[in-house]
């Protein structure tokens, strides 16, 4: 049975009345279908770009369980579209079929070439020869993305850059897109002068390559939420180059990068990371702490999203996937952690 939401919508915070007809939306005015929302601040659903469901700590194996109710604690939150750069296992084709889970963009499994990532058989293990293939096959037999760990420990070299650049342009070819996990300066250097579609992390990201991020749409994932969990036990280490290393780099994001990366016009998106399930809402908070305006660091959550990973947003036979606050979230990014309604495919969750 069809019903209705009126509201304020953001973010061109206009007043509109939409039907909810299945799992579309519709801009009906006049409709008489049952009144379920009056009033408050109408997004589409809440985004997290960076997101594992399914496992919690290195040592984890995949599991299907536990990737359910991962996704339930996000979709809870009012996170409707989640990203999943890379995985231990591809995820199944069922959850994107299933109508109790939010919509996933699935990156494939994490691509690893020699001590690039966590030992063991977490994600894909190839040689740098193989990079290019693996890639093209995470690509095509995802949702068209693949994640490429581009660095890893300090000290550690980062994938070559002309091994990069010939990466992008194989997945591109085929119409994917690459995400690259960076650390280190020089990973982050060559994700950027390869065309790589986001940086996930983007620790020490040098400033000189924000003008060119902005002009080829290179995005910025920063992940604030998952460094600032592990901040207590970096700083209880013993002092040296690798501590200070990891200090350095959340200094810098959270005073300079994210904020100058907003100037220059480069796209800053929300993803929470491992273990932080449902918790939008931190990393939001963490990006306006680091000098993000309020609307920028919600849009990064939700409509700017959406936009940049070519989903759409709230329009006239769009997917009704809607979050409702009672007040606006531009005003007070704090409220995000407290929905009024989440509607996912047409259906009332909240």
């Given at each position: 049975m069809a019903f209705r939401?009126?509201?304020?919508?953001?973010?061109?915070?206009?007043?509109?009345?939409?039907?909810?007809?299945?799992?579309?939306?519709?801009?009906?005015?006049?409709?008489?279908?049952?009144?379920?929302?009056?009033?408050?601040?109408?997004?589409?659903?809440?985004?997290?770009?960076?997101?594992?469901?399914?496992?919690?700590?290195?040592?984890d194996v995949f599991d299907e369980d536990r990737m359910v109710r991962h996704l339930r604690a996000h979709r809870d939150a009012g996170v409707l579209l989640v990203r999943t750069p890379g995985s231990q296992a591809r995820i199944p084709q069922w959850v994107h079929e299933d109508p109790d889970l939010p919509r996933v963009l699935s990156g494939g499994r994490w691509l690893a070439t020699p001590n690039r990532f966590f030992p063991g058989d977490f994600g894909r293990r190839i040689t740098e020869?193989?990079?290019?293939?693996?890639?093209?096959?995470?690509?095509?037999?995802?949702?068209?993305?693949?994640?490429?760990?581009?660095?890893?420990?300090?000290g550690d070299p980062p994938v070559p850059l002309?091994?990069?650049?010939?990466?992008?342009?194989?997945?591109?070819?085929?119409?994917g897109r690459v995400a690259v996990h960076c650390q280190h300066a020089e990973g982050c250097r060559n994700?950027?002068?390869?065309?790589?579609?986001?940086?996930?992390?983007?620790?020490?990201?040098?400033?000189?390559?924000?003008?060119?991020?902005?002009?080829?749409?290179?995005?910025?994932?920063?992940?604030?939420?998952?460094?600032?969990?592990?901040?207590?036990a970096i700083r209880a280490r013993e002092p040296g180059p690798r501590r200070d290393w990891m200090l350095e780099g959340w200094d810098h994001h959270l005073t300079t990068s994210i904020r100058a990366a907003h100037a220059a016009g480069v796209t800053v998106l929300a993803g929470t990371d491992t273990d932080t399930f449902g918790r939008i809402s931190t990393e939001v908070d963490l990006l306006v702490q680091a000098g993000l305006p309020v609307?920028?660091?919600?849009?990064?959550?939700?409509?700017?999203?959406?936009?940049?990973?070519?989903?759409?947003?709230?329009?006239?036979?769009?997917?009704?996937?809607?979050?409702?606050?009672?007040?606006?979230?531009?005003?007070?990014?704090?409220?995000?952690?407290?929905?009024?309604?989440?509607?996912?495919?047409?259906r009332v969750v909240k």
């Open positions: 939401v009126r509201g304020t919508t953001l973010p061109d915070r206009a007043n509109q009345t939409f039907v909810i007809d299945g799992d579309r939306l519709r801009v009906d005015p006049e409709s008489e279908a049952e009144l379920i929302s009056d009033g408050g601040w109408i997004l589409p659903g809440l985004v997290d770009m960076h997101t594992h469901p399914g496992t919690e700590q290195p040592t020869d193989e990079l290019v293939t693996a890639a093209v096959e995470e690509a095509t037999a995802s949702s068209g993305w693949c994640k490429v760990i581009g660095d890893w420990e300090f002309e091994l990069m650049r010939a990466v992008v342009s194989a997945v591109h070819d085929v119409g994700a950027v002068l390869a065309g790589a579609d986001s940086l996930e992390h983007g620790v020490h990201l040098e400033l000189d390559l924000l003008d060119q991020m902005a002009a080829q749409g290179t995005a910025l994932v920063p992940t604030l939420t998952t460094f600032s969990e592990m901040l207590d609307e920028a660091a919600v849009g990064a959550a939700s409509w700017t999203a959406r936009t940049w990973l070519g989903q759409p947003g709230i329009t006239d036979g769009a997917p009704a996937d809607l979050v409702i606050f009672d007040e606006d979230p531009t005003t007070d990014h704090t409220v995000l952690a407290n929905p009024k309604r989440i509607v996912l495919r047409g």
